[in-house]
């Protein structure tokens, strides 16, 4: 079955330094991994995909996440952190390899940025 | 810019009373998710369709929940009768299943239900 753990539930960061935000998966075969953001009070944004092409994915707002097979994880990351990226961020892999749209969500990370 | 609209935003309403969530999928999207979230259990998977045919209902409470595709551009989520536990924010998500896709899905920004 198809799993996802994300290891901080909260990430506190100073504006202008660098973002690191962990998810290791499990899956049985070769999985699509993705990576959404909740602003407060809004709807969740894509914000990457993995899907077995470059192990090194880019997103968007300067964002980008790095499958790593031999450690199973999918940590997400950005070199500097701006206000705007104060959210949470769910890390999700899909149920079945993309055959339903059926995802797994993650518990959440939630991320302040300090001024 | 194609977005997946969900009505109403916000609902409050009076235990017991009937309360109907509409989404309008993004045209041409053949998946339509609802999910709802609370503080305390996080996203739940409510139910899903596929080409307007329910595919799994179990995550709803299936005596006061059900969800429907009357048309492509139409879902709905309807609570009869609504109790407090049942406030939460419901989403409603779309996505394209095809040969080789990625399996993403597009939310709507909820509808944010408090029942009193």
């Known amino acids: 079955a198809q799993s996802v753990t994300q290891l901080d539930s909260h990430v506190s960061v100073s504006e202008g330094t660098p973002v690191l935000l962990r998810c290791n998966y499990s899956s049985s075969y070769s999985p699509s991994l993705f990576w959404y953001v909740q602003h407060p009070n809004k709807g969740l944004q894509l914000l990457l995909k993995y899907t077995s092409a470059a192990t090194l994915v880019k997103g968007i707002n300067g964002f980008e996440a790095e499958f790593k097979k031999s450690e199973t994880s999918f940590h997400l990351t950005k070199p500097s952190a701006h206000m705007s990226d104060a959210a949470e961020y769910f890390c999700?892999?899909?149920?079945?390899?993309?055959?339903?749209?059926?995802?797994?969500f993650g518990t959440g990370t939630l991320l302040a940025v300090q001024p | 810019d194609a977005r997946v609209t969900q009505t109403p935003r916000d609902k409050v309403t009076e235990m017991g009373q009937e309360v109907t969530m509409r989404c309008q999928p993004i045209l041409g999207h053949n998946t339509v998710f609802w999910y709802r979230q609370t503080m305390k259990q996080g996203l739940e998977l409510l139910a899903y369709f596929r080409n307007r045919a329910p595919l799994d209902d179990s995550g709803m409470p299936k005596d006061r929940f059900s969800a429907e595709m009357p048309d492509a551009t139409l879902a709905t989520l309807k609570i009869q009768p609504s109790e407090p536990r049942d406030s939460a924010v419901y989403f409603c998500?779309?996505?394209?299943?095809?040969?080789?896709?990625?399996?993403?899905?597009?939310f709507g920004e909820g509808s944010r239900l408090t029942v009193l």
């Open positions: 999700v892999v899909s149920a079945d390899g993309g055959a339903t749209n059926k995802l797994i």
């Open positions: 998500a779309s996505g394209l299943v095809s040969t080789g896709g990625s399996g993403e899905l597009f």
